[in-house]
T-cell receptor
Framework: DQQVKQNSPSLSVQEGRISILNCDYTNSMFDYFLWYKKYPAEGPTFLIS?????DKNEDGRFTVFLNKSAKHLSLHIVPSQPGDSAVYFC???????????FGTGTRLTIIP | GAVVSQHPSRVICKSGTSVKIECRSL??????MFWYRQFPKQSLMLMAT?????????EQGVEKDKFLINHASLTLSTLTVTSAHPEDSSFYICSAPRQGIPYEQYFGPGTRLTVT
């Protein structure tokens, strides 16, 4: 039972344009959401997070949007840069639990 | 720089042998650490929660006798894959919660285990 889903396994975006990565979840107990970036043969690195009390959080080129009614979140990267090419995982946590549930990942390729 | 290290980064072992993977938090203490495994092109699946001073908590479907976890100190957790089989070949990653912000975990670089 995949509680966190990323339906697009891959995405290609032109350098300088906006990258939008999507994530859906089913567990209504999730109240904290995170995005991680992962290069091959490395562990994930934290990018940005959002609490369920917010609907938007920005950090530089990265913005995460949360739509609780739709159980959907998205990560916007603008402008996209070649170094952004990686696999992006969304993750969710429920009510004070440190355990994270990860999505299946989206491979983002930025085309120079 | 890296705040969580793993050793070894890559290991090849023969079927039936045991392999130990170390996870260390650098410059901070971690009473809890997490162990994940990742199959190619799949998500990170949580295997177990390692607790300093007490038994590990395993996720449903994970064999505790096969994947032995020991949280020896506030900076070290080990995962031992006992009697390894080819189906245990995977990428194993550990993580430790960031102090003060437990959801934002620091991940180790991972260990690629290949069982022949």
């Amino acid at each position: 039972d995949q509680q966190v889903k990323q339906n697009s396994p891959s995405l290609s975006v032109q350098e300088g344009r906006i990258s939008i990565l999507n994530c859906d979840y089913t567990n209504s107990m999730f109240d904290y959401f995170l995005w991680y970036k992962k290069y091959p043969a490395e562990g994930p690195t934290f990018l940005i997070s959002i609490s369920s009390i917010k609907d938007k959080n920005e950090d530089g080129r990265f913005t995460v949007f949360l739509n609780k009614s739709a159980k959907h979140l998205s990560l916007h990267i603008v402008p996209s840069q070649p170094g952004d090419s990686a696999v992006y995982f969304c993750a969710a946590s429920a009510r004070g639990n440190e355990k994270l549930t990860f999505g299946t990942g989206t491979r983002l390729t930025i085309i120079p | 720089g890296a705040v969580v290290s793993q050793h070894p980064s890559r290991v090849i072992c023969k079927s039936g042998t045991s392999v130990k993977i170390e996870c260390r938090s650098l410059d901070f203490q971690a009473t809890t650490m997490f162990w994940y495994r990742q199959f190619p092109k799949q998500s990170l699946m949580l295997m177990a929660t390692s607790n300093e001073g007490s038994k590990a908590t395993y996720e449903q479907g994970v064999e505790k006798d096969k994947f032995l976890i020991n949280h020896a100190s506030l900076t070290l957790s080990t995962l031992t894959v006992t009697s390894a089989h080819p189906e245990d070949s995977s990428f194993y990653i550990c993580s430790a919660p960031r102090q003060g912000i437990p959801y934002e975990q620091y991940f180790g670089p991972g260990t690629r285990l290949t069982v022949t």
